[in-house]
């Protein structure tokens, strides 16, 4: 199969909602497993998750986790989730991810050519978005 790069979303305490707000954005097969799952039914953390898995029917894999107690939590952080392509689809995915969060950059022509944009949704994850001109 070879290797694979992609987005591993911390949260805190609300990863279970965003990957069920991401599944109803893209679409897919989405796959949550709490620490309780793993072992821990009676932690106090036994509702938090774990490991969540969602696999899109466009091919692309984004993944997250509720990071446990004494784990630093930087919201955003550094790192901006990047959704490109020629597929008109993506115009519905900005505006989707936008819905209760921050349009950054809105989605229009830029100096490249192509249509672009840039979001921070509601759970404070930054997006951007390229959409290829022909």
Do not use: C
């Not at 009676?42 to 986790?65: F, I, Q």
């Amino acid at each position: 199969m070879g290797s694979r790069l992609n987005p591993y979303i911390s949260f805190d305490g609300n990863a279970r909602q965003a990957m069920t707000f991401y599944q109803e954005v893209f679409g897919g097969e989405l796959e949550v497993s709490t620490v309780g799952d793993f072992g821990s039914p009676d932690s106090p953390a036994a509702d938090k998750v774990m490991h969540a898995r969602l696999d899109t029917p466009d091919g692309y894999t984004v993944m997250a986790w509720d990071v446990p107690e004494g784990v630093p939590y930087r919201p955003g952080g550094a790192v901006a989730v990047y959704l490109g392509g020629d597929d008109g689809e993506l115009r519905l995915r900005f505006e989707q991810l936008s819905v209760g969060g921050t349009v950054s950059m809105p989605l229009e022509k830029q100096a490249w050519g192509d249509e672009a944009g840039a979001l921070v949704d509601r759970f404070g994850i930054t997006w951007m978005v390229n959409i290829a001109q022909g």
